[in-house]
């Protein structure tokens, strides 16, 4: 080795030396200037999700009340006519009412013929659901033509355990299409423990009609009657011994019994008033035929036919359509309509009185059809009839 070469290596050691220093700061970093890296995504966080625990709670489903009477289905007739029934409103027996354990009652529903189908021979009201009540599996319906109103009814008999009962009955067309519904919801309330009396007849607050009657509706042998007052129901027999009694079952309100009767296989409505003695009474049955009592050793009232004018009307008149409303006492009533109010007395069918409108009055006459329709007159020359709802003005109006 020549001196040369000295020099010459020491300065390659060096060389290397620098080198391994720069790469030992290159690789350690520094305090100051630190060497910034890319995130490790896998890293990340990420917000949270509340996860639901309990089950959610759900709004409650708005309360929606049921109308008075069901939308009727519909259905097909022959020949495909349209099958819809109306429910109009409960002649007899509204619903939750009060009747005797094992009382026999006439249910009757007014209903509309609102489809295209004409009710004739073949249709009928059939049981459907509920408590049949003693009740037949269906009863003819009377011819009804398309827009017309039928009263139909069924002769039933409360169940004699206490409780409340239900049923629903539907029409049937003569194709065997079932269709429209009507009901009937009685009360059977439980029998109270009977209190002995030493009053010998029953005072006006211990129930005015009860006791033995002697009745007159015109009929044979259905005079001797037996009532039975429990509160405002009131339940009996009529033509006490004779070979086909009849049942009677009311609701009495002050002086007031109105409800059903029944006998061999007939029913219809009364409507009776009793007089301010309580050994009399007077009135009718399906509204205009009389039918009146007594007492045992008293007379029948002066008046005994008394038709039933009371409640709500629709006047056909001059200068006066529109609503009337009459109230009755037995032979005496009074009322409003659409502008100005009357008054009278009942005789039979026959309606007389006086109308009142600011300064002006003067007489009118009415004669009651049916349960449904009156005609007659006010002035003697002036038409003045009137319906009730379901019904129609009868024709001709007036009648002098």
């Avoid at 069901?70 to 939750?96: F, R, S």
């Avoid at 301010?276 to 008046?303: I, L, Q, S, V």
């Amino acid at each position: 080795m020549t001196h040369g070469s000295q020099p010459r290596r020491g300065l390659i050691i060096g060389i290397v030396l620098l080198i391994v220093a720069s790469l030992a700061c290159s690789l350690g970093g520094s305090a100051t200037s630190p060497t910034t890296l890319p995130p490790d995504t896998t890293q990340l966080t990420v917000p949270p999700i509340a996860l639901a625990t309990e089950t959610p709670t759900l709004p409650a489903p708005t309360a929606t009340s049921a109308p008075p009477t069901e939308t009727p289905p519909t259905g097909k007739g022959p020949d495909g006519c349209e099958l819809v029934e109306q429910y109009v409103a409960d002649v007899t027996i509204p619903d939750n009412t009060i009747l005797s354990p094992g009382a026999a009652f006439v249910k009757t529903w007014r209903v509309k013929n609102a489809g295209t189908c004409t009710w004739d021979t073949g249709y009928q009201l059939i049981f459907a659901t509920g408590n049949q009540m003693g009740g037949p599996a269906g009863v003819n319906v009377n011819l009804t033509a398309p827009g017309n109103t039928v009263d139909i009814s069924v002769n039933l008999t409360a169940p004699t355990t206490p409780g409340t009962y239900s049923g629903k009955w539907s029409m049937r067309a003569n194709n065997g299409a079932i269709f429209g519904g009507v009901t009937v919801v009685i009360i059977v309330p439980a029998t109270p423990t009977p209190t002995p009396s030493l009053t010998p007849e029953p005072t006006a607050s211990s129930g005015i009609w009860n006791g033995h009657w002697e009745s007159n509706c015109g009929a044979t042998n259905c005079g001797a009657m037996d009532l039975v007052q429990t509160g405002s129901v009131v339940t009996g027999t009529y033509a006490v011994g004779s070979g086909t009694p009849g049942s009677i079952n009311g609701t009495a309100s002050g002086n007031r019994l109105t409800g059903t009767w029944s006998r061999g296989g007939n029913a219809g409505s009364f409507d009776w008033w009793m007089g301010g003695t309580g050994a009399k009474w007077r009135g009718n049955y399906n509204a205009t035929f009389g039918w009146c009592g007594h007492r045992t050793g008293d007379t029948d009232p002066t008046t005994c036919d008394v038709g039933t004018f009371a409640g709500a009307w629709n006047a056909v008149c001059e200068g006066c359509d529109g609503a009337m409303s009459i109230s009755q006492d037995g032979r005496n009533f009074t009322g409003t309509y659409v502008n100005g109010t009357l008054n009278g007395t009942i005789d039979g069918t026959t309606a007389t009185g006086t109308w009142h409108t600011d300064a002006n009055t003067g007489t009118f006459t009415w004669y009651l059809i049916n349960s449904q329709q009156f005609n007659g007159n006010y002035g003697g020359t002036h038409p003045w009839c009137g319906y009730r709802s379901g019904s129609g003005a009868p024709s001709p109006c007036l009648k002098p």
